[in-house]
Nanobody, 123 residues
Framework: VQLQASGGGLVQAGSSLRLSCVAS????????MAWFRQAPGREREFVSA????????NHAESVRGRFTISRDNAKYTVYLQMNNVKPEDTAVYYC?????????????????WGQGTQVTVSS
């Protein structure tokens, strides 16, 4: 199993960024996918989740209206579109997978994790 996240970088506040996470080694379309993030000195926190076929989504209140999660099951890929980013969005972003879209904001409930991609937002 592998989750390869990419798309991070250094951006200015107010700009946009799209993260991608390519999965392999499991049947992607039967897994809910999520993004978490972890800033220095802070615990890993939930960002967004999407159900197995993309019909349901859940976003943390801190990113609602700015970030959108989506997926392409044919490409085994989940995306995080980040608009109007803020300095407080600076963190390492991780993608994660679990077999059911439930308890989506619980990091320990996820089976598989990617290696993370750094997002840095300058003011």
């Amino acid at each position: 199993v592998q989750l390869q996240a990419s798309g991070g970088g250094l951006v200015q506040a107010g700009s946009s960024l799209r993260l991608s996470c390519v999965a392999s080694g499991f049947y992607f379309s039967t897994y809910a996918m999520a993004w978490f993030r972890q800033a220095p000195g802070r615990e890993r926190e939930f960002v967004s989740a999407i159900s197995e076929r993309g019909h349901m989504r859940n976003h943390a209140e801190s990113v609602r209206g700015r970030f959108t999660i989506s997926r392409d099951n044919a490409k085994y890929t989940v995306y995080l579109q980040m608009n109007n980013v803020k300095p407080e969005d600076t963190a390492v972003y991780y993608c994660a997978a679990k077999p059911r879209f439930s308890d989506t904001n619980s990091a320990p409930s996820y089976n598989y994790w990617g290696q993370g991609t750094q997002v840095t937002v300058s003011s």
